[in-house]
Structures are given as C-alpha cells and as structure tokens.
C-alpha cells in the first residue's frame, strides 16, 4: 500500500525480526531506503518550489515596476506573460 507509513513498516519489521532475524533486518534496510528516498524526494520538491515561488515573486516584481513607469496593461501582458487580470490586480494593489 503507497499509503503505509514508515511506523507500520517498523512495526511490521519487528514482528519479524521476532519470527525470521534476516528478514526483519531486510525489512529495516528497505524502510531506511524508504526513509531517505522519501526525504530527498521531499528536498527536491522544496527546492523546486522554492524557486518556482522566486521566478513569481521577481515577475510581480517587474510588473510593479512597468505598471510605475507607465506601461499599459496589455504591454506588460506581453512582457510578463500574466494574464490581464493578474497584471491590473497588480496594479489596483499598487494603486490602492
């Protein structure tokens, strides 16, 4: 089940261990494994969030810029590749 936890797996390793000592330790190695491909996997995603989250703070960052210097709205569209409702609620928040 994709939806164990690494608890259940514990659990389930030390019924063994109790039953079959090798495959206990199997079941440890494989849920260590589990563990740190579960946390790298978790890193990776932070850091790709991360910067997905920098490239759109540094977009509304520039089109707070052209909304000062004068641009229009539809000019910035091009520019940026927001929306024009992204671009003029931008603007009301600059504006407000």
Do not use: H, W
Not at 5 to 28: F, H
Request: charged residues 35%; contains cysteine; proline residues 2%.
């Amino acid at each position: 089940n994709p939806n164990t936890s690494v608890e259940e797996i514990e659990e389930v390793a030390n019924s063994l261990r109790d039953v079959y000592p090798k495959g206990g330790e199997r079941i440890m190695t494989l849920a260590e494994a589990l563990r740190k491909e579960g946390m790298q996997k978790g890193m990776q995603k932070g850091r790709i969030e991360g910067k997905l989250e920098g490239s759109l703070n540094e977009k509304i960052k520039i089109t707070k810029r052209l909304i000062k210097k004068g641009f229009f709205c539809e000019e910035i569209v091009e520019i940026t590749d927001f929306s024009l409702d992204e671009v003029q609620k931008i603007a009301r928040e600059i504006n407000s």
